[in-house]
């Protein structure tokens, strides 16, 4: 699973977010850190999918959590996207990073 491809995949899909962190130099940035997020997301949710789902395969258990924090960070994505999204660019990976749920 390529965490970086997925998550500029997501990003491009909301084209004026993408630009903004283009523009900004900051797309890099907020490439590795919201792909480190996600392939830590996964692993935890992973672990604890394992955990209370012992009948489970890890094939199953990984995938179905792959599939929550890609949902996940698509959310924060989306948020940080919105036209009147409250969030200066010199925040703005933060915001995403802050948003990540615990694991």
Request: charged residues 25%.
């Amino acid at each position: 699973m390529n965490y970086k491809t997925v998550t500029l995949e997501l990003l491009q899909d909301r084209p004026p977010l993408h630009e903004r962190l283009k523009r900004d130099r900051l797309l890099l940035a907020a490439l590795e850190a919201c792909s480190t997020d996600l392939r830590t997301r996964h692993l935890t949710l992973a672990r604890q999918l394992s955990q209370s789902w012992p009948e489970a395969s890890p094939e199953q258990t990984s995938k179905e959590a792959y599939e929550i924090a890609i949902h996940e960070l698509r959310q924060r994505i989306t948020v940080a996207a919105l036209p009147d999204a409250p969030v200066p660019t010199d925040q703005l990976i933060d915001f995403l990073r802050l948003h990540t749920p615990a694991g």
